[in-house]
C-alpha cells in the first residue's frame, strides 16, 4: 500500500529529451529555404523571409488569443491594417502645403466637437443615475447620439473635403518608421480593447463574425478617408528603419532589415515564452480548458480574456506596421480577408495553437508554400502544356499565369485540409507539462 509520503508516479516530470521532432522539422525547412535560395536567387529569397518573419508576428499575436484563451479572431486584418496605417503615417514626410493653410485649425476644431460630442452622449448614457428611468435614458441617449452625429459628420465632412482638394491629403510626421510600428501596436491594442469591452462575452462563433465585420468596417474607413490616407491612390514609397535598397543593394538592405524583424521576433518570443509559463500563463490556460472552475476559484474571467486579447491585437498592430514599412506602400485595398486572415490562421494550425515554437515554424512553412506555389504551378503548367503541343498538337492555354496564381488557393486548401486530418493539433502541439 502507497503512503502520503511516496511520489505520484503520473505526477513525476518526464527526463529531458532531445527535441527531434523540433530539430527534424526546422532542419527541413532549413533545406526548402536554401533550395529556393538557389532556385530563385537571393534578392527574391530574402524579400519572403522578410515577410514570412512580419507575418511570424502576426501570428504569433492569433496563436496567444486562440491558442491560450480559444478565442477566434476572424478580424486579424483590421489590426494589420491599422499597423500599416500608423506606419505610414508616421514616417511619411510631412505634407507642408497642409500645415501652412488653415486647414489643420479647422480640421482640429472639427475632431474636438467630436471628442465633445462623444462626452455628452457618455453622460446622457448615465442619466439614470439622477434618477431617470432607464427606457427615458436609452431613449434621450439615442436620440441625443443621432443628432450629434449629423452636426459632427457634416463639419468634419466638409473640412475633408476641403482638404481633399486643395492639399491632397494630411501627409506624414516625418519621424522614424519604428515609431509608426509602437503607435501601431497600441492603436490595434486600443481598437483590441473597444471591441473585446463589447464582443468578449460572445460565443467563439459569435465572437469571429464581430470581428470579421468590425476589421471590414477599418478596412472601408482607410479606403474612404482619402483626406487621411489618399484611399485608392495609395501612399508610396514609405521610408525604411534600415539603409534601404538605393544604399545597400536589394539583397543587403532585405538581409539588414530581415536581421531587425528577427530581432523583434526573439524579443516577442521571449516574452511570450516567460508570460507562458509564469503563473499569468496557467491562469489563463486554466480558464480557456475549465472557465467555470476558474471563475469558482475566483479568477476574473473577464479581465483575463480582455488582457490576452489586447495582447494579441498589439502583436497584430506590431506586425501589420512592419510589413507595411517593408512593402514601402500603404493601400487599403491591398489587406485582403485571404491573405491576411485566413493565411495568418492556417499558418497557426499548421504550427500548433499554444505553442510559439511551432507557430514560428508553420509561418515560415506556410509563407513559403504560398509564394512558391505560384511559380512551381506555372512551370508545372507549361511542361504539361509543351508535352500536349508536342505529342498531341494542343493548343497552348493563353492564360497559364492566372490560373498558376489561384493554383495558390489551391494548394493551402489542401494544406490545411491534409493538417486537419493527420495532425489537428498542428506539427507541434503545444506542451502543457504538470506539476505537483
Not at 12 to 39: H, Q, T
Not at 207 to 229: M, V
Not at 351 to 379: C, D, H, K, Q, R
Amino acid at each position: 500500500m502507497s503512503t502520503q509520503n511516496e511520489p505520484r508516479s503520473d505526477l513525476v516530470a518526464a527526463p529531458s529529451r532531445l527535441p527531434k521532432r523540433e530539430l527534424a522539422l526546422f532542419a527541413a525547412l532549413l533545406v526548402v529555404v536554401l533550395g529556393v535560395y538557389a532556385v530563385m536567387g537571393g534578392a527574391y529569397s530574402t524579400r519572403m523571409l522578410v515577410e514570412a518573419a512580419c507575418y511570424a508576428i502576426l501570428a504569433l499575436g492569433l496563436t496567444i488569443q486562440w491558442g491560450y484563451a480559444g478565442q477566434f479572431n476572424a478580424g486579424v486584418m483590421g489590426f494589420v491594417a491599422l499597423g500599416g496605417f500608423s506606419a505610414m503615417l508616421f514616417s511619411v514626410p510631412v505634407n507642408e502645403a497642409f500645415w501652412a493653410s488653415e486647414l489643420p485649425g479647422e480640421l482640429g476644431l472639427a475632431l474636438l466637437y467630436l471628442v465633445a460630442a462623444v462626452l455628452v452622449v457618455v453622460g446622457a448614457t448615465r442619466l439614470d443615475r439622477l434618477g431617470l428611468p432607464k427606457r427615458w435614458r436609452t431613449l434621450i441617449a439615442v436620440v441625443v447620439a443621432v443628432l450629434l452625429y449629423l452636426v459632427v459628420m457634416s463639419e468634419l465632412r466638409s473640412v475633408t473635403e476641403e482638404i481633399h482638394s486643395r492639399v491632397d491629403f494630411v501627409g506624414g510626421l516625418g519621424l522614424p518608421a519604428w515609431t509608426g510600428w509602437i503607435v501601431g501596436g497600441a492603436l490595434a491594442g486600443g481598437m483590441g480593447y473597444f471591441i473585446g469591452k463589447i464582443c468578449l462575452g460572445l460565443r467563439s462563433d459569435y465572437l469571429a463574425i464581430a470581428t470579421l465585420g468590425i476589421a471590414e468596417i477599418i478596412k472601408a474607413f482607410l479606403k474612404n478617408s482619402e483626406w487621411l490616407t489618399r484611399g485608392t491612390a495609395t501612399v508610396s514609397p514609405l521610408p525604411w528603419p534600415t539603409p534601404g535598397p538605393a544604399e545597400l543593394g536589394f539583397t543587403l538592405a532585405r538581409a539588414l532589415y530581415l536581421s531587425l524583424t528577427a530581432v523583434i521576433i526573439a524579443a516577442i518570443f521571449f516574452l511570450l515564452h516567460r508570460a507562458y509559463h509564469a503563473p499569468w500563463g496557467r491562469m489563463i490556460r486554466a480558464i480557456r480548458d475549465n472557465e467555470i472552475s476558474s471563475a469558482a476559484m475566483g479568477k476574473d474571467i473577464n479581465r483575463r480574456r480582455l488582457e490576452i486579447f489586447v495582447l494579441g491585437c498589439i502583436l497584430m498592430g506590431i506586425g501589420g506596421g512592419v510589413l507595411g514599412s517593408f512593402n514601402s506602400l500603404f493601400d487599403p485595398q491591398g489587406y485582403l480577408p485571404l491573405n491576411h486572415t485566413f493565411l495568418v490562421l492556417v499558418m497557426v494550425i499548421l504550427g500548433g495553437p499554444g505553442n510559439n515554437l511551432g507557430t514560428i515554424f508553420g509561418a515560415v512553412a506556410v509563407y513559403i508554400i504560398w509564394i512558391m506555389s505560384e511559380p512551381l504551378a506555372l512551370f508545372l503548367m507549361h511542361f504539361a502544356a509543351d508535352i500536349g503541343q508536342a505529342w498531341f498538337g494542343w493548343d497552348s492555354p493563353g492564360n497559364l499565369d492566372s490560373r498558376a496564381l489561384q493554383a495558390r488557393v489551391f494548394v493551402i486548401g489542401l494544406l490545411i485540409t491534409l493538417v486537419l486530418r493527420f495532425a489537428p493539433k498542428g506539427l507541434l502541439p503545444e506542451k502543457v507539462k504538470y506539476h505537483d
